[in-house]
């Protein structure tokens, strides 16, 4: 007897007769093959891990957080291609609002832009979804943001969220360990160790930032040193108006 989902896997977009889409389930699958991502969201910042890809001694590890404009950064999971061709269709938006508006774009609108783009690939036969996932990152006028991208077009926004291989671990640590009150340098802590819970690798930390409508990309180390900086000039502050 074959298969209930025989021929709705095919490159044709179709649903199965209980209604789902096969091909967005094996794109969805590519991203829990994916190297992890941990995504947490505090009172004034947003940040994001990742362990850089370092696959050969002879090769220069991969870079998984890339800057999109000045104030939004993304990291994704799943296919290295698909998450490419993602990363540039941002990127070419960002610069599109920056020329028509002489500002940078919002970090909703841009997500906005990167879900209808995924979104298309499940409507039409002849393309394949893409195997991608994303974390967004991004600080502007309205507050920092987080939000989680799905290949079906799906957009999350949340306080912690996790992405890739292993997620469901990391995802424990987090609704475990996450408080609203959580500084900078503690939220960064828990997400290097919720991302060692999906990724044991032991391969080299990047930490996203973003904060006061600026992103920043930087080593695990930096990344404390400037959190610690920032929390030392809060105290500072406080002192001086008390």
Same mark, same amino acid.
């Given at each position: 007897?074959?298969?209930?989902?025989?021929?709705? !896997?095919?490159?044709?977009?179709?649903?199965?007769? !209980?209604?789902?889409?096969?091909?967005?389930?094996?794109?969805?699958?590519?991203?829990?093959?994916?190297?992890?991502?941990?995504?947490?969201?505090?009172?004034?910042?947003?940040?994001?891990?990742?362990?850089?890809?370092?696959?050969?001694?002879?090769?220069?590890?991969?870079?998984?957080?890339?800057? &999109?404009?000045?104030? =939004?950064?993304? +990291?994704?999971?799943?296919?290295?291609?698909?998450?490419?061709?993602? =990363?540039?269709?941002?990127?070419?938006?960002?610069?599109?609002?920056?020329?028509?508006?002489?500002?940078?774009?919002? &970090?909703?609108?841009?997500?906005?832009? =990167?879900?209808?783009?995924?979104?298309?690939?499940?409507?039409?036969?002849?393309?394949?979804?893409?195997?991608?996932?994303?974390?967004?990152?991004?600080?502007?006028?309205?507050?920092?943001?987080?939000?989680?991208?799905?290949? $079906?077009?799906?957009?999350?926004?949340?306080? +912690?969220?996790?992405?890739?291989?292993?997620?469901?671990?990391?995802?424990?640590?987090?609704?475990?360990?996450?408080?609203?009150?959580?500084? $900078?340098?503690? +939220?960064?802590?828990?997400?290097?160790?919720?991302?060692?819970?999906? !990724?044991?690798?032991?391969?080299? &930390?990047?930490?996203?930032?973003?904060?006061?409508?600026?992103?920043?990309?930087?080593?695990?180390?930096?990344?404390?040193?400037?959190?610690?900086?920032?929390? !030392?000039?809060?105290?500072?502050?406080?002192?001086?108006?008390?």
């Amino acid at each position: 007897m074959m298969p209930k989902e025989f021929g709705y !896997d095919r490159p044709f977009t179709l649903y199965t007769p !209980d209604g789902r889409l096969i091909q967005v389930e094996y794109a969805a699958e590519a991203v829990r093959h994916g190297s992890p991502v941990v995504g947490i969201r505090g009172k004034d910042f947003s940040l994001m891990v990742a362990r850089m890809k370092d696959t050969d001694p002879l090769i220069d590890p991969v870079e998984k957080i890339h800057i &999109v404009d000045e104030n =939004i950064g993304i +990291a994704g999971a799943g296919y290295t291609g698909d998450i490419d061709l993602l =990363i540039d269709e941002a990127r070419l938006e960002a610069q599109r609002h920056r020329v028509i508006f002489e500002d940078p774009i919002d &970090v909703r609108s841009i997500v906005n832009h =990167i879900t209808q783009f995924m979104y298309q690939f499940t409507r039409y036969s002849g393309v394949r979804p893409l195997g991608a996932a994303l974390i967004v990152v991004g600080s502007d006028r309205t507050g920092s943001h987080l939000y989680q991208v799905d290949p $079906m077009g799906l957009m999350i926004s949340g306080k +912690a969220m996790a992405i890739g291989m292993n997620c469901e671990n990391a995802t424990g640590i987090l609704r475990e360990e996450y408080r609203d009150d959580l500084n $900078m340098e503690e +939220a960064i802590k828990l997400a290097v160790k919720a991302l060692s819970k999906a !990724d044991e690798s032991g391969a080299p &930390v990047e930490v996203g930032i973003a904060t006061e409508s600026r992103f920043m990309k930087t080593n695990l180390e930096n990344a404390l040193k400037r959190a610690k900086e920032i929390q !030392d000039k809060i105290k500072k502050d406080k002192k001086e108006n008390s």
